[in-house]
């Protein structure tokens, strides 16, 4: 198994609370806009950043109860986060089960 696919299924194991799915959606979102802010005013991505990791490791503290996945694949995580995302957000997840299905 390759390390992305690794680092993206134990992302996936930390994070089966309902809540603490959202919260790391939503923060997400705020990352995607963290970066567009940067290009308008510098302040509003410091607070999208800092809103990140309240939310992220509030999810983890507070509903999960377990460490975040960064801390075993620390650099990797963020994108496996944003690959799950992408998944759910645009469908992806579903796509790819009807063309494996049909294959």
């Known amino acids: 198994m390759s390390y992305f696919r690794e680092a993206k299924a134990h992302f996936v194991a ?3 609370h309902p809540i603490n799915q959202v919260l790391h959606h939503l923060t997400n979102a705020l ?3 963290a ?3 940067l290009f308008i005013d510098w302040r509003w991505t410091i607070v ?3 809103l990140t990791q309240v939310f992220a490791l509030g999810g983890h503290a507070v509903f999960e109860r377990n460490e975040p996945a960064f801390v075993k694949y620390p650099g990797i995580t963020i994108l496996a986060s944003l690959s799950w995302s992408f998944d759910h ?3 992806f997840r579903q796509l790819l ?3 494996n299905a049909h294959s």
């Open 14 to 16: 930390s994070h089966q």
């Open 31 to 33: 990352a995607i806009a």
């Open 35 to 37: 970066v567009i802010l």
């Open 48 to 50: 999208c950043l800092v």
């Open 89 to 91: 957000w645009f469908g």
């Open 97 to 99: 089960k009807r063309f």
